[in-house]
């Protein structure tokens, strides 16, 4: 058994704890909590289980990692603080772990990722033995591992696109929302996720690796951006009220373009309320999905919808995220120590977990 840490206990890391529970070749050895009012609790009650798992949750980093786990899960945000993420990350590779997480976007294409992200983490390879593997959803398998196997029934491939259409009002991340995001801020304000070069930034690199493991050079990677206003005011279940008049949804692509032509494509779709553009693609329910798209002979589309958490999709979304990092975590201990990505880490069945409680 491999004994797994969970770190962060929020809206990945409760997937997290069940993820590392159920899967057969895993231990959950601790989990660790910022929040002082979490610590000593246990880690099933955390994770929304109905049954006590023995683990009690510990704010003590030193210790944790001081028992020499063989992985952790880092389950913390990455997207507001980078640098302390990094800290974190490469703290745990230097104690030997292997380190698998959907924090730090540029880690995801480890090969183009800036030096100030690549050479700590190699250092800390270097000098402790751990590994790291980043991903996600979207970026993540929604546009690697998905894309890939899917293009590959196909007899000719003009393009590919990848999209991400979701209704923001089921996320418990209002900040990220809000302020990252932009929903229900005038229609003024620029988004820090919306400024030029930043969709890039996050999914350039997986524009990269699809481009790798096709076999194509990439002459650009651009992007096109729309806004529009609610035009009433709505209300959401966990984040309150967005005001009419305010930005209610945003549609953007990042193009990897190829030959001149936009052949590999990420477009987002994403609204605060399904009466916002109406007239931009629509998930099949209203709540969310991601779809490929593969434009050619045949033309092939799979819409993919993942609930979790009483039927939320955005839980949904981060069970897959947590479900492919837990999965490769085997893997990666049998592997040599080293950065990884998606290209280099296989998806495999769920072997041992059919029917598994």
Known sequence: ???????????????????????PKLELAAVLVHDPA????????????????????????????????????????????????LADITR??????????????????????????????????AEGGGSLFA????????????????????TTVDAIRCQEI??????????????????????DYEPLMLAPSVPTMVWGGQIR??????????????????????????????????????????????????GGEPRIVIEHITRIHAS??????????GDGAHRVIIEGRPRIEVTVAATDEGENRSAGGNATAVGRLVGAIDWLVDAEPGLYDALDVPLRPAVGRLGRK
């Open 38 to 85: 979490k610590v000593g609790r246990d880690a099933g009650e955390l994770a929304g289980l109905e049954n006590g798992l023995g683990v009690a949750a510990s704010d003590d980093i030193d210790a944790v990692l001081a028992s020499g786990p063989g992985a952790v899960v880092y389950a913390a945000t990455g997207d507001i603080r980078p640098d302390e993420a």
């Open 92 to 125: 745990a590779v230097r104690a030997g772990a292997v380190v698998v997480t959907p924090a730090l976007y540029p880690l995801y294409d480890q090969r183009s990722a800036p030096p100030e992200f690549r050479d700590p983490v190699l250092a800390a390879v």
């Open 135 to 154: 991903s996600g959803v979207d970026p993540g398998w929604g546009n690697d591992v998905l894309p890939l196997l899917i293009s590959g029934l196909g």
């Open 166 to 187: 979701f209704d923001y009002s089921t996320y418990e991340q209002e900040e990220s929302v809000r302020y990252l995001v932009g929903m229900g801020q005038p229609m």
């Open 209 to 258: 690796l699809m481009a790798r493991a096709l076999g194509v050079e990439l002459d650009d990677i651009r992007e096109t951006m729309e806004r529009r206003p609610l035009t009433d005011t709505v209300s959401t279940r966990t984040m309150g009220e967005f005001a009419a008049g305010t930005q209610g949804a945003i549609r953007f692509e990042v193009r990897g373009i190829v």
């Open 1 to 23: 058994m491999i004994s797994t840490v969970v770190w962060g206990t929020g809206n990945v890391g409760r997937a997290a704890i069940r993820a590392v529970e159920a899967h």
């Open 276 to 285: 916002c553009a109406p007239d931009w693609p629509s998930p099949p329910d």
